[in-house]
């Protein structure tokens, strides 16, 4: 079974940065659009960032255009997300998706998920 795996979430103060990180467990992901979504306690997920492997095409939310940053490492088979000047608000579970098909804002036209990494951000 692939798995995609999150690291690098924690505690951090408004304002403050973490990146989170994605590898797979077992294939390789190069002609997938991936993703990042969260999702705080009470609300369904959202979507936060995706790119395509190829020509490392990239969308935003509008909530984090200018200060999350989404990007792909081919040599190490792992996607990123960047996070600036993060806010209270910020405070969810952030999970990572692969999709075969199109790069999406929509959860269900992903096909795998890693099982999510919590990021809490303290005023």
């Known amino acids: 079974q692939v798995q995609l795996v999150e690291t690098g979430g924690g505690l951090v103060q408004a304002g403050g940065s973490l990146t989170l990180s994605c590898a797979p467990s077992?294939?390789?992901?190069?002609?997938?659009?991936m993703g990042w979504f969260c999702q705080a306690p009470g609300k369904e997920r959202e979507f936060v960032a995706a790119i395509r492997w190829t020509y490392s095409v990239t969308y935003y939310a509008d909530s984090v255009k200018g200060r999350f940053t989404i990007s792909r490492d081919n040599a190490k088979n792992t996607m990123y997300l960047q996070m600036n000047s993060l806010k209270p608000d910020g405070t969810a579970v952030y999970y990572c998706?692969?999709?075969?098909?199109?790069?999406?804002?929509?959860?269900?036209?992903?096909?795998?998920w890693g099982q999510g990494i919590q990021v809490t951000v303290s005023s």
């Open positions: 077992r294939r390789t992901f190069s002609s997938y659009a």
């Open positions: 998706a692969a999709a075969a098909q199109l790069m999406s804002v929509m959860p269900d036209q992903y096909d795998y």
